[in-house]
């Protein structure tokens, strides 16, 4: 099965701070790839996902920009932080039946 | 676009009740998976149900699909303070997995 490899699993960062949030796969090859953020207790909230190299479709118009310079990496990226970017983000690796995540990275912007 | 809505969003109850949790679409899935997730780490799969009117039973869990494909259930029998976290459920549709709303469960003891 896959494994996700999210980092780093903290970070505190100043508002106007560039971000960069690395997830990388093993164990399988032309994943479909997701970042999601998660308010506390709540669900969660599709930002980018990936099919392929270079492939990068957003949900949601925000201050995040997403890549995917390999098959198996995935970065998040913001060139300045908001306050409101504040949050748990999740990679997420698409299995045959099922998603594989990574441990989280958690951010507050300060 | 919110695919999958759970309810309730937040539950608290006593060691020992029973609890379910629901989660409905207006969308047909091809799978449905039931997730739990411990406060900062990543979601857990639980189950996984494809067959609509499928019945999974997991310890003191029991997972439903509706005959639809389009909503499931997850209900916990004697509920205990380790069941405490956050329920997820999500379904494939297409190429993307769509995550439900979130069902915060707390079992007191």
Do not use: M
């Amino acid at each position: 099965s896959q494994t996700i490899h999210q980092w780093p699993a903290t970070l505190v960062q100043p508002v106007g701070s560039p971000l960069s949030l690395e997830c990388t796969v093993e164990g399988t090859s032309n994943p479909n790839l997701y970042w999601y953020r998660q308010a506390a207790g709540r669900g969660l909230q599709l930002l980018f996902y990936s099919v392929g190299i270079g492939q990068i479709s957003s949900e949601v118009p925000q201050n995040l920009s997403a890549s995917r310079p390999q098959d198996r990496q995935f970065i998040l990226s913001s060139k300045k932080l908001l306050l409101s970017d504040s949050g748990f983000y999740l990679c997420a690796c698409e299995g045959a039946t099922e998603a594989f995540f990574g441990q989280g990275t958690r951010l507050t912007v300060v | 676009t919110q695919l999958l809505e759970q309810s309730p969003q937040f539950l608290s109850i006593q060691e020992g009740e029973n609890l379910t949790v629901y989660c409905n679409s207006s969308s047909v899935f091809s799978s449905l998976q039931w997730y739990r997730q411990e406060p900062g780490e990543g979601p857990v799969l639980l189950v996984t149900v494809v067959t609509g009117g499928e019945v999974k039973k997991l310890k003191r869990l029991t997972f439903q699909f509706g005959d639809a494909r389009k909503d499931s259930s997850l209900h916990i029998t004697a509920a205990q303070p380790g069941d405490t976290g956050l329920y997820l459920c999500a379904g494939a549709l297409g190429n993307q997995f769509y995550f439900g709303t979130g069902t915060s469960l707390t079992v007191i003891p």
